[in-house]
């Protein structure tokens, strides 16, 4: 059998937060707070967040990888098309990855925000397809971590 051109994944990341909901909430659709914790950091520089926070709006984010990484001068595009908003119980997206001119993947993520008796319970869960010469579901998997570490710095500020 020839090795398939579509690599299919899902993970899921939890986390609880001794924060109230709304405020996890809000890290997620102020567009200041959520650059800080989704755009910012790592081997990129940040050249453009959009955001239209509602069911059917986009939210657009352009990198530039730095000199030194995998991949200097090269840009990343990540798309966005918001399919489902519940205001403080969930968010669903589905987007897209470009490095250069390669579509690297097609993803679906699912965010679910639960009121605990200890604050809010985060549940993410990324559906992806990845094409030929992406970085592959391991390599989102551990991407996915290092962001959801940045929004654990955004919700201790």
Request: aromatic content about 10%.
């Amino acid at each position: 059998m020839p090795n398939p051109t579509v690599i299919h994944s899902t993970f899921v990341i939890e986390r609880n937060y001794p924060a109230p909901l709304e405020r996890v909430y809000a890290a997620f659709t102020d567009p200041e707070k959520k650059v800080r914790w989704f755009a910012q950091g790592g081997q990129t520089e940040v050249e453009k967040f959009e955001m239209d926070f509602r069911a059917g709006g986009t939210e657009r984010t352009s990198w530039r990888f730095r000199e030194g990484s995998r991949f200097p001068g090269v840009a990343l595009v990540n798309e966005g098309v918001y399919q489902d908003i519940v205001p403080n119980k969930r968010i669903v997206m589905a987007s897209n990855m470009t490095i250069g001119d390669h579509r690297m993947s097609a993803s679906l993520m699912t965010f679910e925000f639960l009121l605990t008796e200890s604050g809010t319970d985060l549940i993410v869960t990324h559906q992806g397809a990845f094409f030929e010469g992406s970085d592959g579901p391991q390599m989102r998997e551990e991407g996915w971590r290092k962001i959801i570490e940045r929004l654990d710095a955004e919700l201790a500020r």
